[in-house]
């Protein structure tokens, strides 16, 4: 009967040091851009570039952008470069499509789509670069209809949740300074 009690108590004893240890280490769930200057507060999102042959891709992008600084406390979105802060410039460089699996008919049944954006977090008033990078890719894979009426659609929606996934990563990135 000893053994068991002392068993139990090591174990808690080591899942609790584990505990501590994590707490102790900085991890954190979600970046919070703590490396960014305080003052830096409004942020505006110039319009993207595209340099692909998709139309209105550039206009997700920075849609996306937009709502991921909406959802933080810290910042806030300005309708004017004159205004803000700081400002997040970028372009769309690349959006292609491959297939992955066909149907019988050897029509696409799954497309993936690769998205590659070049973007700068830029401060206003020093024209510093708080955070760049010139190749963050995304990935997504969806479902092409079989009716071929409704593949434009499809594409679009894919290519908004593309955006969306490419600007979430790009902005835990920026916050954690990496």
């Given amino acids: ?77 300005v309708e004017s470069a004159e205004t803000a802060d700081a400002t997040i410039k970028g372009s769309v460089l690349n959006l292609s499509t491959n297939s992955l699996s066909y149907r019988a008919t050897t029509l696409a049944a799954e497309e993936r789509a690769t998205m590659t954006l070049e973007v700068t977090f830029r401060e206003r008033e020093s024209g510093k670069d708080i955070w760049k990078s010139p190749g963050i890719t995304g990935t997504i894979d969806y479902t092409v209809e079989s009716d071929v009426n409704l593949q434009a659609s499809t594409r679009r929606t894919a290519f908004i949740k593309l955006a969306n996934d490419t600007a979430e990563k790009t902005f835990n990135q920026m916050m954690s300074g990496f």
């Fill in 1 to 77: 009967m000893q053994k068991k009690t002392t068993s139990f108590s090591t174990k808690a004893a080591f899942i609790c040091c584990l505990f501590t240890i994590m707490a102790s280490c900085g991890y954190s769930f979600s970046p919070q851009g703590d490396y960014i200057d305080k003052r830096i507060r409004n942020i505006y999102v110039e319009q993207f570039s595209n340099k692909t042959s998709q139309v209105e891709v550039e206009n997700y992008v920075r849609t996306a952008f937009i709502d991921q600084f909406i959802q933080t406390s810290r910042f806030k979105i």
